[in-house]
């Protein structure tokens, strides 16, 4: 069987690597990368994905589990100068070490409006799938606007502040696992203060096997 998998933007690249990796056991596959990303650090080749990692954290001097990973993108957030400068002020007040993994356009937003980076804040650019999960994986929590960042911190068990209003994961809020805070500076602080690891972890999103019963269903048709 040949199959032409369509794919645009890295959350759905990480979709589509297990079932790949299912396809080709048996059967023919085409990937058909749309280009949605236009930075390549954003959107790398498909193949970067089971690359090797960089020593990410080695080269920004912090330890794992002492630091707080931060991502921004959304335009009411980026394009807003009051709710972004909100936002760095608040990790300003925090205080601890923070890798701030920053899009183009949210570079673009900071310089355009003179935004101070804070001191503790390590300003990276983008980087891979396989280094970033890294990061999360180490953060103490997470700062993020990304609905598929939200999406990982619930499956790496980090704990997730969220700046953003609402969130379509709302079964990661009512298990605790994620805050909404907006860029709220105050709610900000405030969450990150007495944020605790919750002891139980549902799952949410499956048990893993998901491509498995994919190609399964495939193979059926």
Not at 164 to 183: F, M, N, P, Y
């Amino acid at each position: 069987m040949k199959v032409v998998s369509i794919v645009g933007a890295r959350p759905q690249f990480v979709k589509a690597a297990p079932v790949s990796r299912e396809l080709q056991r048996k059967h023919q596959e085409v990937l058909l990368h749309t280009g949605q990303h236009y930075d390549y650090g954003m959107s790398q080749d498909y193949s970067t994905l089971t690359a090797a990692r960089s020593p990410v954290l080695e080269m920004l001097r912090v330890r794992a589990g002492a630091y707080l990973l931060a991502t921004l993108h959304r335009p009411h957030n980026t394009d807003d100068p009051a709710r972004l400068q909100a936002i760095l002020e608040a990790f300003e007040i925090v205080g601890e070490p923070i890798i701030f993994t920053a899009y183009p356009r949210t570079r673009e937003a900071m310089f355009q409006q003179a935004q101070r980076v804070p001191p503790n804040v390590h300003l990276i650019e983008p980087v891979g799938y396989l280094d970033m999960v890294r990061l999360e994986r180490q953060a103490r929590a997470i700062l993020t606007d990304s609905g598929g960042v939200q999406k990982e911190a619930h499956l790496l068990e980090v704990p997730c502040v969220t700046l953003r209003e609402e969130t379509e994961w709302v079964e990661t809020v009512q298990a605790g696992w994620h805050r909404l805070v907006g860029a709220d500076r105050d709610r900000i602080v405030a969450a990150l203060g007495d944020l605790q690891v919750p002891v139980e972890h549902p799952l949410l999103f499956g048990n893993g096997h998901a491509a498995e019963k994919i190609v399964t269903l495939l193979d059926s048709e």
